[in-house]
């Protein structure tokens, strides 16, 4: 797994929002400012998921097992949905605040079929049990549902909340608050509800 520095440009992006508010602004301003970022991602992963199977088949007798290995690429980016911010979570005091955050969700999930590369040397179709391509879908609509069972195993929410942290904290501070005080509401287990 490696971690892709697009939501650097998410950064910048944030920052520019907050280089046109004057520390001075009212809390209305700030809470319409943050929730125009909307669907903030913090975090992508990119790795690799090696899919194997077997196909076994009866014709009177058992039949040798046909065999199929595939490597395929699958991309995630989790973040927070700023835009479900509501006035009751900035709480503003002088040059502190405190903001309670949504939960950690999946804004995009990516497993492109046209990026899945075969292993042709150790998949093979046996005699009258060949690997057809609905076996094929059948594998990796598998390896997909594994991947979804696997999300809180990922790593992905703790990494989205660091990232988060790091730059609302930048982008308050360009606001002119001095103690910022961040927290993520407990959205449960990591699904792709918000994402589908």
Known sequence: MKKNGAWAVLAAFLLLLASGCAPGDGKSELLNRLKSAAKLATVKFTFHKVIWGEKE????????NASFLAFSKIEITA?????????????VSGKSIRVTLP???IVAYSYPFEKVEVDRSYTSSRF???IRLDDMEEFLRQADADVRRSLDGL???KRAEANTSALLTR???KFGFQTIDLEFTDGGPL?????E
């Open 191 to 195: 699904t792709f509800k918000s994402y």
């Open 171 to 173: 982008v308050l501070a």
């Open 57 to 64: 088949k009866r014709v009177f007798i058992k039949l040798r």
């Open 155 to 157: 790593g992905l929410r």
């Open 103 to 105: 939960p950690v969700e």
């Open 128 to 130: 009258l049990n060949p």
């Open 79 to 91: 973040g927070i949905d700023l835009g479900k911010l509501k006035a009751t979570d900035v709480i």
